[in-house]
Nanobody, 119 residues
Framework: QVQLVESGGGFVQPGGSLRLSCAIS?????IGWFRHAPGKEREAVST????????IYADTVKGRFTISNDNAKNTVYLQMNSLEPEETGVYYC???????????????WGQGRQVTVWS
């Protein structure tokens, strides 16, 4: 059964850190992380190829977020540091056929996890 389940996230003060996990059932070439903030369009954050390890970050998170893949645990992580209030939103992981920040390449989506950055 094809399934992606996110965990982690929650509340953090500005400048703080959170980690998201994406537990994977099924075979995907790439796992991407996306976020949807209130009143904004869904935004790609990062993606990783589970076979080549190729990683792409959105410019807005470079140097602060780290995506990683653990094939033994079938889990992809997103470590988020120096979080800012405008990064509040629902974060989704998605499985796709290409490691790209383009949403249309992702076919399967998790249910999403809330991340709230507030002071």
């Amino acid at each position: 059964q094809v399934q992606l389940v996110e965990s982690g996230g929650g509340f953090v003060q500005p400048g703080g850190s959170l980690r998201l996990s994406c537990a994977i059932s099924g075979d995907y070439y790439a796992i991407g992380w996306f976020r949807h903030a209130p009143g904004k369009e869904r935004e790609a954050v990062s993606t990783i190829s589970r076979s080549t390890g190729n990683i792409i970050y959105a410019d807005t998170v470079k140097g602060r977020f780290t995506i990683s893949n653990d094939n033994a645990k079938n889990t992809v992580y997103l470590q988020m540091n120096s979080l800012e209030p405008e990064e509040t939103g629902v974060y989704y992981c998605a499985g796709g056929a290409r490691a790209t920040l383009m949403t249309e390449w992702y076919e399967y989506w998790g249910q999403g996890r809330q991340v709230t950055v507030w002071s």
